[in-house]
T-cell receptor, first 116, second 113 residues
Framework: AQSVAQPEDQVNVAEGNPLTVKCTYS??????LFWYVQYPNRGLQFLLK??????LVKGSYGFEAEFNKSQTSFHLKKPSALVSDSALYFC??????????????FGTGTRLLVSP | DSGVTQTPKHLITATGQRVTLRCSPR?????VYWYQQSLDQGLQFLIQ???????AKGNILERFSAQQFPDLHSELNLSSLELGDSALYFC????????????FGPGTRLLVL
């Protein structure tokens, strides 16, 4: 079964510093990987995805993620954190079902706290 | 704004009751997915519909059911509610193709007392 792991429950970073939120994956076949962000009392917002191609994926709000096949990782990064980036971040992997359709399998989430 | 709408935003009800959650997908999207987010289970896939037909089931209880109507909106019905059903219920939509992004609605927060 497809799965992702987010090893950190919380990441703390000072505003202006680079941030990394970690995600590792376990899949059979080629991974389709996603990052979503959840702000308080809001739904999940899509940030970026990796399907194929360049290992560095650029997404919304200045975020990017690096796909590393040898380390089975898909870490989310941002060069300079903002206080407004404080939120809950989810890594997800596509699980292609026998119907031909997909569901998303989510990690447990990492809370990012950016201090002023 | 993802373009996916969900109503109501909040729902408070009692154990044993039945509720209906509604979702309207993004314009043009034929697939609708339902997910449950709870503190102990995290984000879990419940069920998927495509163009009115059920296509996949996840960890959905028998007390729960869903349907997708001809106008493509979907409803999730939760019956014989228990305290443990308290959670945030998300709807997501996407076009048909594999690898596409699922766009999520704002969710319905259900509290069972």
């Amino acid at each position: 079964a497809q799965s992702v792991a987010q090893p950190e429950d919380q990441v703390n970073v000072a505003e202006g510093n680079p941030l990394t939120v970690k995600c590792t994956y376990s899949v059979s076949g080629n991974p389709y990987l996603f990052w979503y962000v959840q702000y308080p009392n809001r739904g999940l917002q899509f940030l970026l995805k990796y399907i194929t191609g360049d290992n560095l994926v650029k997404g919304s709000y200045g975020f990017e993620a690096e796909f590393n096949k040898s380390q089975t990782s898909f870490h989310l990064k941002k060069p300079s954190a903002l206080v407004s980036d404080s939120a809950l971040y989810f890594c997800a992997v596509r699980d292609l079902m026998n119907t031909g359709f997909q569901k998303l399998v989510f990690g447990t989430g990492t809370r990012l706290l950016v201090s002023p | 704004d993802s373009g996916v709408t969900q109503t109501p935003k909040h729902l408070i009800t009692a154990t044993g009751q039945r509720v209906t959650l509604r979702c309207s997908p993004r314009s043009g999207d034929l697939s609708v997915y339902w997910y449950q987010q709870s503190l102990d289970q995290g984000l879990q896939f419940l069920i998927q519909y495509y163009n009115g037909e059920e296509r996949a089931k996840g960890n959905i209880l028998e007390r729960f059911s869903a349907q997708q109507f001809p106008d493509l909106h979907s409803e999730l019905n939760l019956s014989s509610l228990e305290l443990g059903d308290s959670a945030l219920y998300f709807c997501a939509s996407s076009p048909r193709l594999a690898g596409e992004t699922q766009y999520f609605g704002p969710g319905t927060r259900l509290l069972v007392l």
